[in-house]
């Protein structure tokens, strides 16, 4: 019954209703001569004001007097739902149902208008926990293609699952071998707007949706496990972590509400009683529309908090749900975004945060000189002859330079030998005809490849000082050596290597450094000459090299302890406890358990511009918490002041107070604005 009349109060459009009514009595009023006519003469306008009266009071004060009653009887507290209807019931009782009507019918408009504030900010969170289906298609084991319809909670890793066209994965998994091909749309996992075409061998979250056409998909992850879930997870976790102001109100909202009733009862039984035996002071009733009774009434309505209590939650409900609509999930909640918008430092790992941690080409070198482009791809595609079968970073980026160049890769290597840690060494037929002729091809450290092929004096000093100089200038190198013809000298080379900075790491630094008052640091386990090389490309100027996860994390806790609040920015395991020790920690992407368990912020979406878009979000939630403060406090004592001192009549007071906790409801939806930072 309590829940029923809960939801009955919290509904808008009976709060609508309600007030519609309240307007409709006033009318009435109007039309027999204003206020304090007794109704009993009023004719058609007296039954048409007890009528509108009547549905006023059983939509707006009886469900509010039950729900006091029970805060009182059952709960055993006072909060400000108590005050606010017991000076509606007190107004009612002095002769004042107006008065009453219109305080209970506007608290429990702004009460309704608050939960769909609160709402329409919890709107993209609460749409996740929604978005996976409670059904799958799985293909029967050793069928001929058939499905069978099962609920999620019945499906296993390793079952094939069919996703048809416009429906949404029900499981983190990997499309099978002619598994089929659709343009899948990620949005509402990792926020991305543009789908992105998917086949055989690719993953896919749980939540992803098929655009275009039908896919079948191995689970890997399901239940609790899947990405969708977790996400989930995180995001309950944000809602419950509430700003610091409302555990304050939380823990003195009972003694707060106590104290409000005494000064409220000291001050209708107290100025009568002062300003009778004062002579100086005019006397001042107990009834009566200047009375004390009535200015008591006025400061309960006034001394509710109402907006300091709306104020600050909404505003950081907002922000979440604007970052989480953007692929930027803030585990940590309201105190995460107070940190980050305090904080003076961002700090960021190197390698796979604002690089790819995957090295790619750079240059190719050749004893001798600048041999041409042709050269170049002679000497990649007997690399890439090589490492086609390797899964190593360095086989990756020679194979991955191979199809930028279109090379065709020699199928047959004769004599193949490679020694772990090395190189490799085998004979290849780089130009691919039967009758050609295959060349030795020698391939990985320096030394290796000098004592593979015998060069010269020269040929040896300059594979040793190119190999030092990269390696100095913070690059890796893989020497080749290939002998085409028997006596001959071989052709020497010097493939280099890099970590490629991301797409987007320039903007994103570009764009903090841009504010001002932030430092930008780099920190990372790298050797100082790697860390100056990237630090240079980023213009990061602060940065910190050879450093191990306990050094990155007594960094972070001198930078905390001496006034500069730290964000940092990690992607690893290796990252997490400078992630715990942070101000506000954030991982980039899913990927690390580790990681995310110790951030307080995950990019979904792995984005380094998101970085700048939630730090300038978390500025601008701290400004309209504070607006809402400040125009609560402002409201709440002007009111109070004005209701005591008999300058403001009571509906003028519920106005204003309920007025201002409508405002401040709508100042923090402008959160909701993704283009809106302040």
């Known amino acids: 019954f309590l829940r029923a009349v809960v939801r009955f109060r919290e509904n808008l459009r009976v709060a609508l209703v309600a007030l519609a009514a309240l307007v409709v009595a006033f009318g ?29 009071v059983g939509l707006a004060l009886m469900p509010a007097v039950v729900s006091a009653a029970a805060t009182v009887l059952l ?13 509606a019931v007190l107004s009612v009782c002095s002769g004042a149902p107006l008065e009453g009507a219109l305080l209970a019918t506007l608290y429990t408009l702004s009460h309704a208008a608050e939960k769909a504030v609160t709402a329409k900010a919890r709107g993209d969170l609460d749409s996740l926990q929604a978005l996976l289906p409670e059904r799958a298609l799985r293909i029967v084991v050793g069928g001929k293609g058939e499905v069978e319809e099962i609920a999620l909670g019945l499906l296993m890793a390793g079952d094939v699952v069919l996703v048809r066209a ?26 991305e707007a543009e789908p992105r075409s998917c086949g055989p061998g690719e993953a896919l979250p749980a939540g992803a949706r098929t655009v275009d056409g039908a896919l079948k998909v191995r689970a890997t992850e399901v239940g609790a496990e899947s990405t969708i879930s977790r996400i989930v997870r995180l995001v309950t976790e944000a809602q419950n972590n509430r700003p610091r102001l409302q555990g304050f109100i939380d823990r003195f909202g009972k003694t707060y509400s106590q104290a409000v009733l005494l000064i409220g009862f000291l001050l209708a039984f107290g100025i009568p009683l002062v300003t009778s035996v004062v002579p100086a002071l005019a006397a001042i009733p107990f009834l009566g529309s200047g009375g004390s009774f009535h200015r008591a009434l006025g400061f309960l309505v006034a001394a509710s908090p109402c907006a300091l209590v709306l104020g600050a939650p909404v505003a950081y409900l907002g922000a979440i749900s604007a970052c989480s609509r953007r692929g930027v999930l803030v ?18 790992d190197k390698t796979g945060t604002l690089t790819s941690g995957q090295p790619a080409v750079t240059d190719i070198r050749h004893f ?63 130009f691919g005809r039967h009758g050609a002729p295959s060349q030795l091809v020698v391939l990985g450290r320096y030394e290796y490849v000098t004592a593979g092929l015998t060069l010269s004096r020269e040929e040896e000093i300059w594979l040793r000082e190119e190999t030092l100089y990269a390696v100095d200038s913070g690059q890796s190198t893989v020497a080749v050596a290939i002998q085409g013809v028997e006596g001959k000298r071989p052709h020497v080379s010097l493939i280099l290597f ?13 764009k903090l450094a841009a504010k001002g008052g932030t430092q930008l640091s780099m920190v990372t386990g790298d050797h100082r000459p790697v860390a100056r090389r990237f630090s240079k490309k980023l213009n990061i100027v602060d940065y910190y090299a050879d450093l191990k996860p306990e050094d990155k994390l007594a960094l972070i806790n001198k930078w905390n302890e001496g006034g500069d609040w730290t964000v940092m920015v990690g992607d690893g395991i290796n990252d997490a406890p400078a992630l715990v020790a942070a101000a506000t920690g954030i991982s980039m992407g899913l990927g690390s358990a580790t990681a995310v368990e110790a951030s307080d912020v995950i990019l ?12 300038r979000k978390a500025k601008a939630t701290q400004r309209i918490v504070k607006q809402n403060l400040f125009l609560g406090l402002a409201v709440m004592l002007f009111v109070t002041s004005s209701s005591v001192l008999g300058s403001a009549p009571l509906w003028l007071c519920v106005t204003l107070h309920e007025g201002s906790t409508l405002l401040v409801g709508l100042n923090a939806l402008r959160l909701l604005n993704d283009s809106w930072h302040g």
């Open 498 to 510: 890099e970590d490629t900075v991301r797409p987007d790491a320039l903007e994103a630094v570009g």
């Open 166 to 191: 416009g429906e949404v994965v029900p499981c983190d998994g990997v499309i099978v071998e002619n598994g089929g091909e659709a343009f899948v749309s990620l949005e509402h996992v990792t926020g």
């Open 75 to 87: 709960l055993r507290t006072a909060n400000i739902e108590v005050l606010m209807t017991l000076a």
């Open 604 to 615: 979904t979406r792995g984005h380094l511009n998101d970085i700048p878009f939630f730090l």
């Open 331 to 348: 585990k940590g909640g309201a105190r995460a975004i107070e940190a980050a918008a305090a904080a003076r430092r961002v700090a960021f």
């Open 368 to 430: 001798g000189g600048n041999a041409g482009r042709l050269a170049d791809d002679w000497v990649v595609t007997a690399a890439a002859a090589l490492e086609r079968n390797a899964v190593h970073p360095v086989a990756k980026a020679i194979l991955a330079q191979a199809a930028e160049r279109k090379l065709a890769i020699a199928e047959r290597v004769d004599g193949f030998e490679a020694v772990p840690g090395k190189g490799l060494t085998g004979r290849v037929h780089i």
């Open 28 to 56: 009435a009023t109007a039309a027999a001569g204003g206020v304090g006519v007794g109704v009993g003469g009023w004719g058609p306008a007296g039954a048409v004001f007890k009528a509108a009266l009547g549905v006023n």
